[in-house]
């Protein structure tokens, strides 16, 4: 899987949108960018992926620049139990996910 | 989605001690994932675990310490043997599923050991 890099922290105030990026320069073509979450005291929860369009669920938007090397997660109106560690990860089938350190996401009323 | 129910969710352990963690999911997988999180860190993957064959290690991990039974398609345990508080950690199971031609992990809830 390709190195993902991503902030260690960000702060958000509740209701407003909250943009994570992830940089992944080094992404293959084969490589999906999957977005996760870990509510404290909870196992990680699947958020959205994408390979190269822009994606969006009832949970978030992923928007995947045209040179695949970076995106962003969005949660449009940010919640107080959206305050989580996001991780991006950068995945090739049939290889086993790693979970990097994340971006602690803090949502402040 | 699968539902997987892990058991114990927690426990308080002495130090040489073995401990079972069990990992039951609603529907039949083919692989199942053992990962640890060291308090403050992120996830790291113990082991593969395949129905009829011995579970697949990764680098840092050896059977001897974390033995894994896979008996069936919907249900996998992991032992943690001969603890020290350095096994102190949430042990989390999880499985894939196929969603829009990519494969996407589902977890448990965790097993937090404490190693006294």
């Known amino acids: 899987d390709a190195k993902t890099t991503q902030p260690p922290s960000m702060d958000c105030a509740e209701g407003r949108a909250a943009n994570l990026p992830c940089n992944h320069s080094?992404?293959?073509?084969?490589?999906?960018v999957y977005w996760y979450r870990q509510i404290h005291s909870q196992g990680p929860q699947y958020i959205i992926h994408?390979?190269?369009n822009n994606e969006t669920n009832e949970m978030a938007s992923l928007i995947i620049t045209e040179d695949r090397k970076s995106s962003t997660l969005i949660l449009p109106h940010a919640t107080l139990r959206d305050t989580a560690v996001y991780y991006c990860?950068?995945?090739?089938?049939?290889?086993?996910?790693?979970f990097g350190p994340g971006t602690r996401l803090s949502v402040l009323p | 989605s699968a539902v997987i129910s892990q058991k114990p969710s927690r426990d308080i352990c002495q130090r040489g001690t073995s401990l079972t963690i069990q990992c039951q999911v609603d529907?039949?997988?083919?692989?199942m994932f053992w990962y640890r999180q060291q308090p403050g860190q992120s996830l790291t993957l113990i082991a593969t675990?395949?129905?009829?064959?011995?579970?697949?290690?990764e680098s840092g991990f050896v059977i001897d310490k974390f033995p894994i039974s896979r008996p069936n398609l919907t249900f996998s345990t992991l032992t943690v043997s001969n603890m020290s508080p350095e096994d102190s950690s949430i042990y989390l199971c999880?499985?894939?599923?196929?969603?829009?031609?990519?494969?996407?992990?589902?977890f448990g809830a965790g097993s937090r050991l404490t190693v006294l």
């Open positions: 675990a395949n129905q009829g064959s011995e579970a697949t290690y």
């Open positions: 990860i950068a995945h090739n089938y049939g290889q086993n996910f790693v």
């Open positions: 999880s499985v894939q599923r196929g969603i829009s031609g990519a494969n996407v992990l589902t």
């Open positions: 080094t992404i293959s073509g084969n490589e999906y």
């Open positions: 994408g390979l190269k």
């Open positions: 529907s039949q997988v083919t692989m």
